[in-house]
């Protein structure tokens, strides 16, 4: 059996060593292009990553945009069944804003409907026991279990101030550790101003207990 021997023409010999030789030449291009490409986005993300990651850590640590319900005027605590209560806000430093309940003890209820700031800042003197809520992150001082504080303390027959750190509620400024313990002093140094002898308690709940831990090393306080 005789085998068929096909030559290859030398013009097919030429034209594939053309493109082996193309090939090679146009590797180093694509790997020039591939690293500058990747240089590109290196410099892009590297700048964005700088900016977002400790916005998104913040985020996390404080979660302070986490807002139920969604939307509620803090400005009016009888709409969460506070009814012998008053809202204010207090300017710890320039620029920032916190906003504040007072709720009065229960036994005072019906004197406090329609009374102003004024007439809430003179009960703060009347003996009864001062309590200053610190909240945990996550939502705002009109979240339910909140409430639920602020009507437990004041049936007690305390007075009961619950805050919104600085970005938290309606409250201006963005939360970090040294403002929310700057905010805690504040607030303590303007009861104290305001209540006489009447015994002040600190109570801290989750995020809220670094505030007042750091408050105490600085200020002698009660818990």
């Known amino acids: 059996m005789k085998r068929r021997v096909v030559k290859q023409s030398s013009s097919s010999n030429d034209s594939r060593e053309t493109r082996r ?5 146009g590797t180093p291009s694509r790997q020039w292009i591939k ?5 590109a986005v290196v410099c ?7 900016k977002v990651l400790p916005e998104l850590i913040q985020h996390f640590v404080f979660t302070y945009r986490v807002r139920v319900p969604f939307f509620m005027d803090l400005s009016r605590p009888a709409d969460f069944s506070l009814n012998h209560t008053i809202n204010m806000y207090l300017t710890p430093e320039e620029g920032i804003s916190l906003g504040v309940w007072h709720t009065v003890p229960e036994g005072r209820w019906k004197e406090a409907q329609g009374k102003d700031l004024a007439w809430y800042q003179s009960t703060l003197n009347d003996g009864s ?6 909240h945990g992150n996550t939502n705002t001082r009109a979240a339910p279990h909140r409430v639920g504080v602020a009507k437990l ?11 919104d750190y ?8 963005e939360p970090t550790m040294p403002g929310m313990i700057s905010d805690a002093i504040y607030l303590y140094n303007w009861v ?12 801290g709940h989750s995020l809220g207990t670094g505030s007042v831990r750091k408050h105490s090393q600085k200020k002698p306080v009660s818990f």
């Open 129 to 134: 026991p001062v309590f200053i809520y610190f």
């Open 153 to 163: 303390l004041s049936a007690l027959g305390y007075h009961v101030l619950v805050p």
């Open 166 to 173: 600085r970005g938290f509620g309606d409250s201006t400024g």
């Open 21 to 25: 030789t193309a090939k090679k030449e």
């Open 192 to 203: 104290k101003a305001r209540s006489g002898d009447s015994l002040v308690v600190i109570w």
């Open 44 to 50: 892009v993300s590297v700048p964005v990553t700088v």
């Open 35 to 39: 690293w500058g490409l990747l240089a």
